[in-house]
């Protein structure tokens, strides 16, 4: 695996693996080789480059379908294992025709003990200029897809994990952020019981008075769910409840989940399979108005392709679960 290392570069003091040459290496010439356990090789190459600018307490361990990084408890490595690899089981049986976990390797989790290196890592992914808000954990979907998070308790790893698992098993759909982070919520309160959907009066009334035109359509380009303020949270409040109202029947659900596409937000598909426009969803919370998505109003710019190499899905600091 010596051939990996002129792949790499160091930036921030953690080694950034050049995926797309690495690719083009292993076409070139290893193709004949088994995949699976050539990227397992990659992967754990990867990680030992990785672990060389940790402190020394940090080890790499694995499992059926997981390599994990981390300087924790063997208790805590043992509880984190298992519930990584229940719910994969459970994510790809209760989202059946729509998650996958088809591809070479094993799935990587790295969990940083310092929260400053947590961030530094991440500065990688995340464009120059802008505000954004904290996070508890991340899937990078960047080459290699992997999970990344700092330290925490593990009940809540395990509401971290279940999120961004979601996300890994629906990288391969082209699918609108609101879609995706909606799954992702709903799949972690069925799981670990950490997000439960509710609406109060309270609750109802942040969404009235923060939700406008201009607002909607951050919500469905993507954007809002990357703010620093509220809307961040009741961005992902609101994906939750449309991915419930949109789910009750599931079969229909699962062909609208396939045909939806990011570049609408779901418009046309939900046209097609639901014969109604998604602005009748936000009409429930805010009334009459023009709550459909207008994507010649978003900025391409930052309308990012699920499945493109800088996409990633961030599992917030939650505003409206926890406190």
């Known amino acids: ?6 792949y790499f570069d160091e930036v921030d003091n953690f080694p950034r693996p050049n995926w797309e040459n690495i690719y083009e290496y292993v076409e070139a010439h290893l193709k004949d080789e088994e995949q699976n356990k050539l990227w397992c090789g990659i992967a754990n190459a990867w990680m030992q480059k990785l672990k060389s600018k940790l402190s020394d307490d940090y080890q790499i361990h694995e499992s059926d379908n997981y390599i994990l990084v981390t ?10 294992q298992g519930f990584l690899e229940r719910s994969l089981r459970r994510i790809l049986s209760t989202l059946k025709g729509i998650a996958s976990d088809e591809g070479y390797g094993k799935y990587v989790v790295i969990v940083f003990t310092d929260v400053d290196d947590y961030y530094s890592y991440m500065s990688y992914y995340y464009p120059e200029d802008g505000v ?8 990078l979907n960047n080459g290699y897809g ?36 909606g799954m992702a919520v709903t ?41 620093p303020d509220e809307g961040q949270a009741l ?10 109202s949109l789910s009750s029947d599931y079969e229909t659900f699962v062909r609208f989940v396939n045909k939806a596409n990011y570049d609408d937000s779901g418009k046309s598909a939900a046209i097609e399979i639901f014969g109604g426009d998604l602005g009748e969803l936000i009409a429930r919370f805010c009334g009459d108005g023009d709550w ?32």
């Open 1 to 6: 695996m010596k051939w990996i290392n002129k």
């Open 71 to 80: 300087s924790e408890s063997d208790r805590y490595v043992t509880l984190l």
């Open 132 to 139: 954004f808000g904290l996070s508890s954990g991340v899937y």
């Open 146 to 181: 992997h999970f990344v998070f700092p330290h925490q308790e593990v009940a809540y790893a395990e509401s971290v994990v279940a999120h961004e698992m979601t996300h890994s098993l629906l990288s391969h759909l082209p699918i609108p952020l609101w879609l995706n982070e």
């Open 187 to 227: 799949i972690e309160d069925m799981i670990t019981g950490s997000a439960p959907l509710r609406m109060d009066k309270e609750l109802f009334a942040r969404h009235n008075a923060f939700w406008g035109e201009k607002e909607i359509q951050e919500f469905w380009s993507g954007d809002a769910f990357y703010r």
């Open 235 to 244: 961005s992902y409040h609101l994906a939750q409840f449309a991915v419930k």
């Open 292 to 323: 459909s998505p207008k994507p010649q109003e978003w900025n391409k710019e930052s309308l990012t392709d699920p499945k493109a190499p800088f996409r990633f899905s961030v599992k917030l600091i939650p505003l409206l679960y926890r406190k």
